[in-house]
């Protein structure tokens, strides 16, 4: 396993080549063309909206299916996220990032342009609104979130951290390969070390995977997004929202729940009712012991990204028979 991550991280040799580049021109694509690969942004192709404005899909003239991301001029994430996530993933290539196909910055306009992901985010496909999908096979889940693993395996090794690590941010193609995407707020190791993080850097992130040392020290670091990825895995087996107000208060938060179970050793409480008699006891309790540690309340105490795809790979290998005997 160690070649195949060596082969993954030759892309970029120093992290510090991420800070201050201006994407090629060729990646600068006609506002006219997302006009008309999106019949001028009709409602029709919109498929989700973020803090940075509204997605649509789209077609270009030579067929290629795409998402964009369309900056609204009142968002709170303005110029400086549009440019940050030029500049990371202009850069960054890995099977398990969304593929960034170019941006536009004409007539006022501030537009990222993605590959199309068939499969939207996530979240959708575990719980939600839209209950005409199917629940996913445990199989699917365990495959998702060691792509995902891997992915911030990759950005760890090349001094980038994502800070926004989520079920809504986890995209599935056609084959349901995950995709990390949103790399508005990013930042590499080598900025953080440019400033004193205490005075330039704000808390940023979504309620419910924040890390809870980063939010007291306002100082994140891999490990905040090794917490993240944890609620993640809670969400995966549990397949309910990270915070739900109208629970009793020891369920609120969905990670402090899980660990609750998993401490007295009887994480089969949180399961979802989808995956009951699906999953193997030994795979249980390392899948648990995998997500206790990535959400240990200091950093010092996480393992790194590298070290959480072993283990989950490890643990796959510990439910096969049983993925074997269901077909």
């Known amino acids: 396993m160690g070649s195949k991550h060596s082969k993954e991280t030759t892309s970029i040799n120093d992290a510090s080549n991420l800070n201050h580049r201006i994407p090629v021109e060729s990646s600068r694509i006609p506002f006219v063309a997302l006009q008309e690969a999106t019949n001028n942004f ?16 789209g077609v270009l003239c030579d067929g290629t299916r795409v998402a964009l991301k369309r900056g609204n001029p009142k968002s709170r994430q303005g110029i400086e996220e549009f440019r940050t996530e030029t500049e990371m993933l202009s850069q960054l ?18 537009i990222l342009i993605y590959e199309y992901m068939e499969n939207g985010n996530l979240r959708s496909h575990l719980y939600g609104s839209d209950l005409r999908l199917p629940s996913m096979s445990w199989e699917q889940r365990l495959e998702i979130c060691i792509g995902v693993a891997r992915g911030l395996h990759y950005l760890h090794t090349n001094g980038v951290i994502h800070r926004d690590v989520k079920s809504t941010n986890i995209l599935l ?16 190791m080598h900025e953080l070390d440019q400033f004193d993080t205490h005075i330039s850097t704000n808390v940023k992130g979504t309620m419910g995977y924040l890390d809870p040392e980063y939010f007291r020290r306002q100082e994140p670091t891999g490990k905040s997004d ?7 895995l809670c969400e995966v087996l549990s397949a309910r929202p990270v915070v739900t107000p109208s ?25 979802d009712p989808n995956l009951i008699g699906k999953i193997r006891p030994d795979f249980l309790r390392k899948f648990g012991e995998t997500m206790e540690k990535c959400l240990a309340g200091y950093q010092v105490d996480r393992p790194s990204m590298g070290h959480v795809v072993w283990n989950l790979e490890y643990a796959l290998h510990l439910q096969e028979p049983v993925i074997q005997d269901d077909s």
């Not at 290539?93 to 501030?110: A, F, K, Q, T």
């Open 226 to 232: 090794v917490y993240s990825f944890g609620v993640v």
């Open 247 to 271: 629970l009793p208060r020891d369920q609120v938060h969905m990670a402090e729940w899980a660990l609750k179970w998993q401490k007295k050793g009887q994480l089969e409480h949180i399961i």
């Open 42 to 57: 009709d409602d029709k192709f919109l498929i989700g909206m973020g803090g940075f404005g509204k997605v649509y899909r």
């Open 93 to 110: 290539r890995h099977p398990h990032l969304v593929s960034w196909m170019g941006y536009c910055d004409e007539s006022n306009e501030m």
């Open 173 to 188: 193609d056609e084959n349901f390969v995950a995709k990390i995407t949103d790399f508005g707020i990013s930042k590499t």
